[in-house]
C-alpha cells in the first residue's frame, strides 16, 4: 500500500453493497450529491461484485453517469467501452461446478452474456436454509427472498449444467456467487476452492463466497482504469467495507474502510470513514481528499 496521506486525488474507486449503498439498497441525497460535487475535480468508478447490467440499474435510479468495474472488477467500462474482460478458464469453472454441484450448494454464475442461475437454485436454497442452525433467526420475508427461483429475463437466465455455458464459444465467465449461509459449509468449501488451479476465492459477506480468475480482482481494475486515464497509482482513492475490496484498498494511493467494515478491513486502511447508513461516502469525500 502506497501512503500518501490527504493529497489531493484523481481517481476514486467506490464499492456499491455496504459502502455507497445503505441497508435499503439505496443511494442517499447525501451521498449522491457528494458524488456530483467530488465529480468537478476527479474521477470516479463504481468497483463492485455486482453485474455491470445491475450497476447500471442502481445509478440509473440515481440519475448517476459513473465509469465501473463490476463482477468483482473482472469486466471494466468507461463511458460504456469495455475496457477489459478476465475470465475463468473453462477447465477451472468446471471443475468448481462440479465440487459445487457435489455439494448441492446453490450458485449463480455472471458471465459477458448475463447471470445464469441454477434451475434448482430454490431446491438447493431450501435445502441449505433448513440444514442451517441459523434457520430460526432468519425473517420469512428473507427466507422467501433467499429461496424464490429468480424469474428469467434480459440479464437472469437459467441454466442445468455448467456443460451449456462451456458450449458457447463467445461466452466468457467473470465469476461464481456461491450462497453459504452457514459458516461450516463456508469454512469447508473454502480450502476445497483454493485447491483448484485458475480460480482465487474471496467473499462480499458473512453468507456467501465468490470466485473469479485469480488476475481478476477490484485492484487490477483500479490499475486499468488508472492507466486508461493516464493517472498515477498514487494518485488513486478506494473506499470500501469487505474482504472483495482489499485488492483495490491495497492498491490505492489512498484506501478508506466504512465505519461498518470487517475489522480486519479496517486494520489495513489509512482512513476510517462513517458507516453506509451514516453516508460515510459523502463524509470520505468531503473529509479526506483535501491538499
Known amino acids: 500500500m502506497v501512503h500518501k496521506g490527504e493529497l489531493l486525488m484523481k481517481l476514486i474507486a467506490i464499492d456499491l453493497d455496504g459502502t455507497l449503498l445503505s441497508s435499503r439498497i439505496k443511494i442517499s441525497k447525501e451521498n449522491r450529491d457528494a ?13 463492485s461484485g455486482r453485474a455491470p447490467e445491475d450497476i447500471q440499474a442502481v445509478l440509473a435510479d440515481s440519475d448517476l453517469q459513473l465509469d465501473l468495474a463490476g463482477s468483482n472488477g473482472t469486466a471494466v467500462y468507461s463511458n460504456g467501452e469495455l475496457l477489459s474482460r478476465i475470465s475463468i478458464v473453462p477447465e477451472a469453472a468446471k471443475d468448481a461446478a462440479q465440487l459445487l454441484d457435489s455439494k448441492n450448494v446453490p450458485y449463480k454464475i455472471y458471465t459477458s452474456e448475463g447471470i445464469y442461475v441454477l434451475t434448482d437454485w430454490a431446491e438447493r436454497t431450501i435445502a441449505a436454509v433448513d440444514a442451517w442452525d441459523g434457520r430460526d433467526s432468519l425473517p420469512e420475508n428473507e427466507y422467501k427472498r433467499i429461496t424464490e427461483q429468480p424469474k428469467a429475463d434480459e440479464v437472469i437466465k437459467h441454466l442445468s449444467h455448467i456443460d451449456e455455458l462451456l458450449d458457447k464459444k463467445d461466452l ?116 479526506f481528499l483535501q491538499d
Do not use: R, W
Not at 35 to 47: D, P, R, V, Y
Not at 215 to 241: N, S, W
Open 35 to 47: 458524488l456530483l460535487n467530488a465529480q468537478k475535480e476527479h474521477h470516479i468508478m463504481i468497483c
Open 172 to 287: 466468457s465467465i467473470q465469476k461464481f456467487f456461491i450462497l453459504t449461509l452457514d459458516p461450516a459449509v463456508k469454512n469447508t468449501l473454502l480450502p476445497k476452492l483454493e485447491e483448484i488451479k485458475g480460480i482465487a476465492p474471496t467473499s462480499s459477506g458473512p453468507s456467501n463466497l465468490e470466485i473469479m480468475n485469480p488476475d481478476g480482482h477490484k485492484g487490477k481494475a483500479l490499475e486499468i482504469m488508472a492507466a486508461h486515464l493516464g493517472i498515477p497509482m498514487e494518485d488513486t482513492v478506494a473506499i470500501g467495507d469487505n474482504f472483495n475490496d482489499v485488492p483495490m484498498l491495497e492498491a490505492a494511493g489512498l484506501s478508506i474502510a466504512m465505519g461498518n467494515a470487517d475489522p480486519d478491513v479496517k486494520k489495513m486502511c489509512d482512513k476510517e470513514t462513517l458507516s453506509n447508513n451514516d453516508h460515510g461516502v459523502a463524509y470520505a469525500l468531503e473529509h
